[in-house]
């Protein structure tokens, strides 16, 4: 009986998906569960499109499922709440990241970081609890356990926030991990684009000094001017990369193409650390004697736990700090893509899923 009634009470919902791995987005319709006594309902609002939805839409990691909805950093407002929800009440406005689920119980899940459990739910294209498939935010309502939703705090715009969900929380989260967040350190941000330039952000309100690395000279007046950063770096340029080596106490790297490690390592002070946070397809190349003559270190990092995320959300309130975006609708969404691919965004894409996503019927 009691399974009837879910079928019954299931949302009709209406998204964007991705049917093979040409990767091309189209109207669709489905179902969303029944509110669940633990869980959230919220009408989206906004929803960023981050580099990882492009490779998820081809394949190109080779853990896609078609139908693919994708979509992780996303926003709206709570419209039901389960018997048994604790955090949130209707008319909250909320966020979902990257992940929808975890086992609760692990040491990972038990330390407030559930984002490394071994058995954690992407928030689309994953197997939930139930056996069905993860659709994600390029959608027009969404129903997740309140474990894994946010509070957008309340002067913080919802369509600058979404990106903050993914972007943000991936690069605040090495910065407080590996200690780059105190004031008057010198970190590298190599990159600036969806990551890149949240990074530089989140580095200067935590008061540390800050250089971008990128292979673009034309992003230089921006970065100084707009951003604020202290001093630009062109990677391709030898005698630039030679007078600042040894300068910087850690770099965030958020280029998820191949590129060459040697003279990133080489611009870190001893006992500097190197962290990824981009994802190239292909494995990087690690030189090993460099990291030896000056015990340096190269980590990573994968967004973050709940209670992390709320932090950040709630720092970048009191700095309101938000993601630079350029606000499309729906029907724009694979041109986007396209545009993406050739780094053609400034410098994050947030869909304006209340206002655009209408039925085709």
């Known amino acids: 009986m009691g399974e009837i009634s879910e079928q019954v009470n299931q949302k009709n919902a209406l998204g964007w998906a991705a049917r093979d791995t040409s990767g091309l987005l189209s109207p669709f319709t489905f179902s969303r569960r029944a509110t669940g006594e633990k869980d959230v309902t919220f009408k989206v609002m906004y929803c960023g499109i981050c580099h990882s939805d492009l490779h998820m839409l081809k394949n190109e990691w080779g853990v896609s499922t078609y139908p693919l909805v994708p979509g992780h950093e996303v926003v709206g407002v709570v419209t039901e709440v389960g018997s048994k929800v604790e955090k949130f009440k209707v008319g909250d406005k909320v966020g979902v990241g990257c992940m929808v689920g975890s086992c609760r119980s692990c040491d990972n899940c038990a330390n407030n970081i559930e984002n490394y459990c071994r058995n954690y739910i992407l928030t689309y294209g994953a197997k939930y609890y139930d056996g069905t498939i993860t659709y994600g935010g390029y959608s027009d309502v969404m129903v997740v356990d309140e474990h894994f939703v946010v509070r957008i705090p309340e002067k913080l715009p919802l369509d600058a926030t979404a990106p903050l969900l993914c972007a943000g929380i991936t690069v605040y989260s090495p910065l407080r991990f590996y200690g780059l967040d105190k004031p008057g350190m010198h970190v590298g941000v190599v990159g600036l684009g969806g990551l890149g330039h949240v990074a530089v952000k989140f580095a200067k309100a935590m008061g540390v000094k800050v250089t971008v690395i990128s292979t673009s000279p034309n992003k ?47 611009l870190l002070k001893s006992n500097g650390k190197l962290v990824l946070v981009g994802a190239p397809e292909k494995p990087l190349e690690l030189p090993v004697f460099p990291l030896l003559l000056g015990r340096k270190m190269v980590g990573g ?49 947030v869909i304006d899923i209340a206002n655009t996503l209408k039925s085709s019927s």
């Open 301 to 349: 990092s994968n967004i973050g736990g709940m209670k992390e995320t709320q932090e950040m959300l709630d720092f970048a309130a009191k700095h309101n700090i938000t993601a630079e975006i350029e606000l499309i609708p729906m029907d724009y969404v694979n041109t986007a893509m396209e545009r993406l691919l050739k780094a053609d965004v400034r410098y994050r894409f």
């Open 220 to 266: 230089k007046k921006e970065s100084i001017e707009h951003l604020g950063v202290d001093s630009f770096l062109v990677s391709r340029d030898q005698d630039e990369m030679q007078a600042a080596m040894d300068t910087m106490d850690g770099i965030i790297d958020t280029v998820s193409a191949p590129h060459p490690l040697l003279p990133l390592i080489g």
